[in-house]
């Protein structure tokens, strides 16, 4: 049994449940600082180093999102576009939030730990609600579109979800069964018209789920999906799928694979709700398993772009709409094989370049502003800093005085 759960051949050891509490996508690689050659260093942590196949996983789910918007405006007049379209939406947004929940095990409610909730996550969704708005406002030409931190516009409901998420960490930490009561909690509100759009609830309560299993996941389960079987199995797995979503394509609407609308909003019965978030949950934790048993797990010439996936969620969402609003769907050579290839690969590049550390440089400020004046100091951080004052420094000092 112990045998049958390790990879073939040298495999990079996956993080421990202490490694990183950041969330996915994350614009933040854990920072470490090197002592001083002969410092005494009583306090010092190990270096933490960024886990390569969790970096992969999160920049080749990026792309898919990229990807995915591409394509939603072939999916109307291309069959299989929207085969494409509803297979990748079924499992790339549970794969984030599955990350997410996963490097959020250790999350406690410790000061650092709530200033960086709010710093990376809380913070960019205030910057990007608001400048999203003004976008559509100017290049949809609708000055009237609103600013309502209470309504997520386009991409920034991830950002709202992943806050509720992150706040609610220790409750699931405590109860006995997560994943079912998270799963009821999903199905309730895909049957609950009366939620509303504040917050974008329907969306946090129904991907709550896959939030949950991340954290319950451990090391080991990713090690079982990295199996060579669950490799080779993947791949009628996803062929069945793409079958699947053709046949399905002209006889559903996609809007089930969004999660923000119950049954009723969606013009089907109640139960109807129950079946598909059922059916969903499934469809999604099998193509989710697929896709991470193919992500590589040595490091790639992609690896370094894991860090910035935030960043790239964020930034192309702006051509993605402006490719709407500004008509680029609107010829004919787009709707025909090699314009829908080309569409892909110039989605695929946009979302990469956005990546990229130099782009991370220059939306820093918005991104990960550090807001120290914001925040009192920590009594233990406090402490620990006098406590490195008493190392070799600290002494001299001392001496100096005596």
């Not at 990376?120 to 579109?145: I, N, R, T």
């Not at 969004?258 to 909003?265: F, G, I, K, L, N």
Request: with cysteine; glycine share 6%; charged share 20%.
């Amino acid at each position: 049994m112990t045998n049958s759960l390790r990879p073939h051949g040298p495999r990079a050891p996956l993080p421990s449940a202490q490694q990183s509490t950041d969330g996915v996508p994350s614009p933040r690689s854990p920072h470490t600082t090197r002592p001083a050659p002969g410092a005494a260093a009583p306090d010092a942590r190990p270096v933490k180093q960024r886990d390569a196949f969790f970096d992969n996983a999160k920049y080749l789910a990026i792309v898919l999102v990229a990807m995915g918007h591409a394509w939603q405006p072939l999916s109307d007049q291309s069959r299989a576009a929207e085969a494409l379209y509803m297979v990748v939406y079924t499992f790339h947004m549970p794969a984030f939030i599955l990350i997410s929940g996963y490097f959020s095990r250790s999350f406690d409610m410790r000061p650092d730990r709530l200033r960086r909730l709010v710093t990376g996550v809380a913070v960019p969704y205030v910057l990007f609600e608001v400048a999203y708005s003004l976008f559509k406002g100017w290049a949809d030409d609708d000055p009237g579109h609103p600013i309502s931190l209470l309504d997520p516009w386009y991409l920034t409901w991830f950002l709202v979800a992943l806050f509720v998420w992150r706040m609610t960490t220790p409750l699931w930490k405590v109860a006995r069964w997560p994943v079912p009561i998270a799963l009821g909690i999903a199905v309730l509100a895909s049957v609950s018209p009366d939620i509303g759009d504040d917050l974008d609830l329907q969306r946090v309560l129904q991907f709550l789920p896959f939030f949950v299993v991340g954290l319950c996941m451990k090391p080991e389960h990713f090690q079982l999906m990295r199996r060579r079987e669950v490799r080779i199995l993947s791949v009628p797995v996803f062929a069945i799928a793409l079958a699947v979503a053709y046949w399905a394509g002209p006889r559903m609407t996609s809007a089930w694979f969004y999660h923000r609308d119950s049954a009723q909003e969606l013009g089907s019965p109640w139960w109807a709700g129950v079946v598909m978030t059922l059916a969903l949950f499934g469809c999604s934790m099998v193509l989710t398993a697929c896709f991470f048993s193919w992500v590589p797990r040595r490091r790639m010439w992609f690896t370094v772009l894991g860090a910035g996936t935030l960043y790239g969620y964020l930034l192309h969402g702006f051509l993605a709409k402006g490719s709407r609003f500004w008509d680029w769907y609107d010829h004919s050579w787009v709707y025909q094989p090699l314009g829908e290839v080309a569409v892909t690969l110039v989605a695929a590049a946009v979302v990469t370049v956005l990546c990229t550390p130099p782009v991370q440089r220059m939306f820093r400020f918005a991104m990960e502003p550090k807001m120290e004046w914001a925040f009192k100091r920590d009594a233990m951080e406090l402490a620990r800093e006098r406590g490195k004052g008493g190392g070799p420094g600290g002494k001299g000092k001392a001496d100096a005085k005596a």
